[in-house]
């Protein structure tokens, strides 16, 4: 929020009219305030945090991948410290493809392709999912690409981690319909001195959703959002 702020504050597009801004958290310097922003947004106590669907359309809206996936750390840790969710993680398999279109599988033990792994493992490119996921079931998540339109498994569809499975993990919709996702395939340019490849990435195409980017917040039906 600005230090000096009138009736309407233009950021961006967005006009945010100053009586819809109820609570003001500085967790730069105040590390309690980080609690207390995520009470205010997901609830304090287990009723709220057993039932992911009274908090599936609240969320925290960040301007920098860092911040995302932070608050998403806190929030899933903090609600699977209460509810004893189950847990698991979920590592991406990587090839690069060079100009010719050959891949080259990535092998951890070559230091070239370690350093390349960082990076791969790195949320710096947007709509891709993380190398390295996890996830607590009751989780809720954004789906990162359309699977299934007619059913309502659409592009940054916000679902609820039901079951996790070590092939597939079982999501809920709104409506109460659980499909099984699979993992997909990825493809992207990492920039950089990698520029001249394009990795492959084979991921489930999930990304947690307690926190958002503000570019990730467009067109999204939100509650309660923390900003």
């Known amino acids: 929020v600005p230090g000096h702020v009138n009736n309407n504050e233009t950021i961006g597009r967005r006009i945010i009219r100053l009586p819809m801004v109820t609570n003001l958290f500085n967790t730069s310097s105040n590390p309690s305030a980080m609690q207390q922003a995520c009470s205010w947004t997901f609830g304090d106590d287990c009723n709220d945090l057993h039932n992911p669907v009274t908090n599936q359309y609240n969320t925290i809206v960040c301007l920098k991948h860092k911040r995302r996936r932070i608050y998403n750390e806190y929030v899933s840790k903090r609600r699977a410290a209460q509810t004893k969710a189950r847990s698991k993680h979920y590592y991406a ?29 790195s949320d710096n490119n947007g709509g891709v999912p993380d190398g390295d996921l996890f996830f607590h079931e009751g989780d809720v998540a954004l789906l990162a690409v359309s699977l299934d339109r007619a059913a309502g498994l659409a592009k940054n569809m916000r679902v609820i981690i039901r079951n996790l499975g070590q092939y597939r993990i079982q999501v809920q919709l709104k409506n109460g319909y659980l499909a099984s996702i699979p993992r ?43 900003l």
């Open 184 to 226: 997909v395939i990825f493809k992207f340019c990492p920039g950089g001195m990698y520029r001249q490849y394009r990795v492959v990435r084979r991921q489930f195409p999930l990304i947690p959703a307690y926190a958002i980017t503000a570019h990730k917040a467009q067109s999204q039906n939100i509650n309660k959002a923390l």
């Open 93 to 121: 398999t990587h090839k690069l493809e060079i100009p010719e279109g050959d891949e080259i599988p990535l092998d951890e033990d070559c230091p070239y392709n370690n350093e390349m792994l960082q990076e791969l493992h």
